[in-house]
């Protein structure tokens, strides 16, 4: 992970936002990187991260390669995640378990943004939900470093 003017970007596009502590870090080229700390109380174990709409699993696997143990949430079964998986879905599981983890991703559905929205027959048979800004409020109340990305 790398810290840039006090958000940890996790990848391009992407910045966990919240309160974030830095420790210091390996010296890279162009400078010295910083790295999340864990919590307090959390020694010896990797930050946990709650990965929800999680699909397949890909952003929850470069968590883990970042140094993240993942638990993914998906409203869909997902029987190739690689991590612990519940299938729930994945806001009333937010609320229902935000205190087991030090941090949240979430990549909602975004079919609400895309061009093919405005065809006439889009979202007949199945309506068009926005979730990502009920996942964000979710992630603010929840008071952890968040990311959220589609």
């Known amino acids: ?37 864990t919590p307090e109380g959390s020694q010896g174990r990797r930050p946990l991260l709650l990965d929800l ?4 699993g890909g952003a929850g696997m470069g968590y883990h390669r ?7 949430v ?12 519940h299938q729930a879905d994945a806001l009333v599981f937010l609320t229902e378990h935000a205190g087991e983890f030090d941090a949240l991703h979430g990549s909602p559905p975004c079919q609400a943004f895309t061009p093919l929205s405005a065809l006439p027959h889009a979202g007949r048979r199945n309506p068009v939900v926005d979730l990502v800004k009920p996942t964000r409020d ?7 470093p968040w990311a959220i990305e589609n």
């Open 138 to 144: 979710a992630f603010i109340r929840a008071g952890l």
């Open 1 to 37: 992970m790398v810290v840039s003017r006090g958000r940890v970007v996790t990848g391009p596009g992407m910045a966990l936002s919240g309160p974030v502590r830095h420790t210091d870090g390996p010296e890279a080229p162009g400078g010295t990187l910083g790295r999340v700390e």
């Open 66 to 72: 970042a140094g993240f143990d993942v638990v993914g």
């Open 74 to 85: 998906d409203i869909e079964p997902q029987p190739d995640y690689p991590f612990e998986f």
């Open 53 to 56: 709409f999680c699909g397949a």
